[in-house]
């Protein structure tokens, strides 16, 4: 079937390059399925309410049934002269059906129908990407569980601050992960609602139950507006703003990853399996994988402004402009997927230099905090406190020892309130169990968040 588009209005034919430059079947072939599915529910309400003989509804039944095996077996051959997904499937199912396929899109417009479409789409990949994303979830309580003792330097301003446990640290990139999962399944609440009977723009003559295809849809319900089902994209620009941030955190797991895996940090060894190598540089083992998902997060933040730019000066209702919301919205879909993937792949192979971590730990005075928090608790105030530890830790610098090991007469200089016991808190280990709250970095605490998330992961 080759006839153009409602050709009867049309004295000339479309411009070659028009035709193609017009066209989206060659990506929004994507929702085929979803089509499908959408034509089938519209099917069954059109003979409820009589429109259809049942002999009607069986036809597109069996039709549409064929053409999915022929998409499926990759038979089914698209072309541009149908333009779009849409009308590609309905030639299709007239060219096997006859008459009966011509009276499919009784009641509807392509306009309620690529709307529908997409939201059925993005439920469906909007679910699998929450998979993905819990994938990575446990993999995280995993790396944290084995890592919950191990002690690590904490930065700010990328120096050392105080130390943490690397458990601590993952279970961190845990609570993003979190957030970015909540935000997902809010999304949801507005992708799931069904504009299919809005047709046009103005909805139908025909007495359509939109309640009954929302129903076999799954929908949650009828949208409430018909000007505004045909014409809303909110959901996809949300989908993309929760995509951009698991992005960001994605691309900040990332920077972390390739600082540790350098010689001049060393905190960790990323598996050969995902890293490469150098064409020319024969030492070189880089960390392909973060680089390219830190890369990749730009494509989703541009997606992002794309499709609010796309919908921002749209006056309602339909335009043509919203077939540009596609490629936006599928390169998301595919960006997250394949990075959460990779993630949750690696990273229960990526192994703590645990003896690195923890001498880097002792190298940049992170005790200096507890120092100062023990002398509080002799009774000198913080202030004065903090004082007196700069001068010992100028002491250290000088004479290049961390605070553990200058000697108790070099320390009661400082201040004679200060004991034997004064040792036992200036240890690595000292200090993090001693941040034993909710929310601490001690290996207690850690351990009762990764019990606590894996209750959250499992309800
Ligand atoms: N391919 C179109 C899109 O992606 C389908 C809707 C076309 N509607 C129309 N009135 N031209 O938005």
Redo the contacts with the bound molecule.
Sequence with gaps: NTEKLSSARFAEATDAFVEEFTA?VTF?QRMALQDIQGSLAHAAMLGKIGILTEQELADIRRGLAQIEGEIERGEFVWSIKQ????MNIEARLTDLIGIAGKKLHTGR???D??ATDIRLYLRDEVANILLQLERLQSALLDVAEREADTIMPGFTHLQVAQPVTFGHHLMAWFEMLSRDKDRLQDCIKRINVMPLGAA?LAGTSYPIDRFMTAELLGFSRPSNNSLDSVSDRDFAIEFAAAGSLIMMHLSRFSEELVLWASAQFDFIDIPDAFCTGSSIMPQKKNPDVPELVRGKSGRVAGHLISLLMLMKSQPLA?N?D??E??EPLFDTVDTLLNCLRAFADMMPHVKAKRDNMYRSAKRGFATATDLADYLVRKGMAFRDAHEVVGQAVRLGLESGRDLSELTLVELQNFSNTINEDVFEILKLEGSVALRNHIGGTAPEQVRKAIAAARLQMAG
């Design positions: 989206s929004d333009e779009d997904v849409h417009s392509r306009n129908q690529v046009a339909y043509k919203n077939q919301d596609k």
